[in-house]
Each structure stands twice: as structure tokens, then as C-alpha cells.
């Protein structure tokens, strides 16, 4: 393996990559049978003979999986097919029981978006989106520690959208942004839980590198389970030197398909040229062409949600905040509504910001948190927020109560108050303290006058620490300043 950096290589190499999504819809049951779709469950326990697969047995299509589709096909600006098809892949694998995957081929539900993100230097990126069909999730496979392997059926017929971008994708970088954008645009359109973790969210890429500045694609190879951020991008960069490495040793790739192997950080081989034609795609015989009402997709179109680049708009207009707090407010649709919530108590949207991209974050991270887990509600933070802006405690002061507030159910108010917390700005008691401090100095104090008025931050320091921080950071500068200038 090459060991040259990935930027060196990228200068004269151009990779190009287009992703598959699977992402699996947050509706109640399975796609085409009453089954709940569920996470967790004992293993065969959602299962009946319709996603089990017996012979004989018919499926009905959910309405709700097909509306969620439609409503994440508008949310990236695809057109809706009033009619599309079902069809058949054909493949064995054990936890296919059917023999068959009911998918979506050459007539899907969605054609032709595109979705637009940031990347870290602010510039802004939009991918084509060729298309999203439907189709259903086979079962899980449990290799076992011994040689036994177990089949859990209830994945099964779990609806999933499958999200095929163009290869307009020019670094791991901007793939796993992509990747971000798409979680986020998902959960805002409410339509799937895009847990990584859950397995909601699974990311396939096909993937080819090119001399800068020519225009054929080379061969490409097809990259599976790339199922985590960190893996997108390691994994894409992983494929991308072992690319070009070959053709810079005068090599050719091979097409063929890789899985990524993230614990060994490498890929193993799975197949060599698989085409279509091998899976024998055919009409779904068992159910008819799904036709859409333009006026439900008008409908559905209508109640769409705010989405990611609707939410930035309005922060941008609204709080005036730095595009990158932004960006992180508006990740997770809860965060944002928290943030929002803490502004509507009644304090600056740039102070709000402050400590929920400060503290609650801090925290957050702390304790392996989401959002919704928090257990401080917004108001408690605008109150305490609140106290801080009217000067009644500093921000020092303000950071240890909001810890107090994390583990006692107590108001910022109340804890100010049984702790005695509440900023000294009493000018007589402050300058007692800084005449005491001052006078028990006597080096630094001669240092001072001698020119080295750099020590008016330790003085500060001392002053603040003998008031337990309660001392009014602006009180205390001003009474200090005169005495140590008073000779
Ligand atoms: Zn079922």
C-alpha cells in the first residue's frame, strides 16, 4: 500500500462516487404484511407466513410505506411516478426466504432530486439523486461463537427506501457529508429513525478513480457496508488508494464487489463481475403496478416538515448566528427545537447559543446522551441563562449552578439563593477585599508600579478567587485598578 497522504494522491488522482442508501421507513408495520417493524425484539417473534415466505401466500403493499417514500422523494426534490412496478430479484442467501427480494427496478416511485450540504470550508455541495424505489429487508443472520449459525426472521419484510445518488461525489470527505445530510434529511421528513447504530442506515458505494482533467470514468468496484461516518470515509479512502496503486504499477482494475471490513480497517472480496442480468429481475406477478394520485402527492408534498436547508435559512435570518454554530444547532432536528426553546424563554438567540453549544453539548458528550435524554427543560436554562445577563451571578458562578441543576431538581433562582451564590457588585464590601488582597502583596504590588502592568490580571485573579467568584468581574476591575494606580 501506497503510504503517500491522500491529498497528494487526490491532486493527481480524481476519485468518483456515487452512494446507495438503505434506509429503513419508521412506519408501524412491515411492508407487505400486518407484522410490526421492530428493533430488540426476541428473535421469531414479528414473523407470519406472508414475510416468512410459505407458499401460496399474497402480499398487500402498506399505504404508509409508500406515502413515507413519497414524502422523502419531495423531500429531495424527485418527481413521483404515477405509476411504478414491483420486481423480483432473484437470489439465495438463508435469511431470504423467499428465494426472492420484492424490489423496485426499472420503473421506481422516485426519480431525478438532489440534495445540497455544507462542507467544512462552507462551500456548498449538491448531489444528484438518480432515484428511490421501495423494497423490503431480507432477515439477520447470527453467527453463533461456535460453527452454528442462527436465522432471526423478524428484519424480514421491513419497508426500506433505496436512495441512488449520481456519481457526483469527488472525496470520502464530501461522501460522508453527503451521508450526514441524508441521516439529517431523513429524520426531519420524519420518515425513518436513521439510527447507524440500529441499522437503519446502510451505505453502499461504487467507486473509480481517474487521471485530474480526464473525462472517462475508469472501472469502478461496487463497496458494501460501509455502515458507520468513520467507515464511509475510511473505507472509500482505503479503496481509493488501493486503486491507485494498481494503475500507477501499470495495473488494471478489476469490477468486481468488496466489503468493508471496519474492525481490520481493510476490505475483503466478495464476487467478481456481478451484473444484473445475474438476479433475473421480473415483474412482481403477485402484485399490481402501484399508481399514485398526483393530488396525494400534492398533498403529501404540502405537509412537508421543515427541512435541513429551510432550518439553516431561517437561523441564519432569525438569530444571526456563524454558518458552523448553525450547522451543529440544526444536526438533529430535537437539538434545534431545544435551542429554540431556550430562546423563546426570553434571552438572546447568541447567549442561547452559547451555552447550548457549550454546556448542553459538553454534557451531552459527558454522559453518552441524546437530546431528548437531557434532564435540564429549556426554560430551567433561560432562567439561569436569565440570572446571568442581569449580572445577579457571573458566568463562572452560572456554570456551576447549571451542574447543580443537573442533579438537583431545583431552579437556577433557588440554588443562587440556599448557596448564597448571588454577585457581590457592593463597591464598599469589594473594595475592602481588594485592599486586603493588594496589601498582602507588597512584591507584586512594587512590580506593578515599576511598570509591569501585565500583573493586573493576577491581581484580578486574586481578588476574584478571595470573593469565591462572586465578585463582579466589572466592579472589581474598576475599584482595582484605581488602587493599584493610586501611589
Ligand atoms: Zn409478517
Redesign the pocket.
Known sequence: MATNSLDSIMEKWEPVIGLEVHAQLATQS?IF???RRTYGAAPNS???P???GYPGVLPVLNEQVVEFAIRMGQAVGCRVRSLSRFARKNYFYPDLPKGYQISQYDEPLCEGGSLSFYMEDGSVKTVGITRIHLEEDAGKAIHGLEDESYIDFNRC?TPLVEIVSEPDIRSPQEARRYLERLKQTLQYAGVSEADMEKGHLRCDANISVRPRGDGEFGTRTEMKNLNSFRGVERGLAYEIRRQVDILEQGGEVEQCTLTWDEAASETHLLRTKEEAQDYRYFPEPDLVPLEVDPDWVKAIKAELPELPAQIEERFTRDYNLRFQDIEILTRERELAAYYEAVVDGGVSPTEAARWVLGEVLRVLKEEHQEIGEFPMRPEALSELIKLCSQGIINRNTAKSVFDIMLTENLSAAEIVKRDQLGQVSDSATLEDTVLQVVSGLPAELERYRKGETRLLGFFMGQVMQATKGKGDPQVVRGILQRVLDEA
Do not use: A, M, P, S
Request: aromatic share 0%; hydrophobic share 20%; with cysteine.
Open positions: 412491515k404484511c400486518r407484522c414479528h414473523t407470519c406472508v414475510c416468512l419484510g
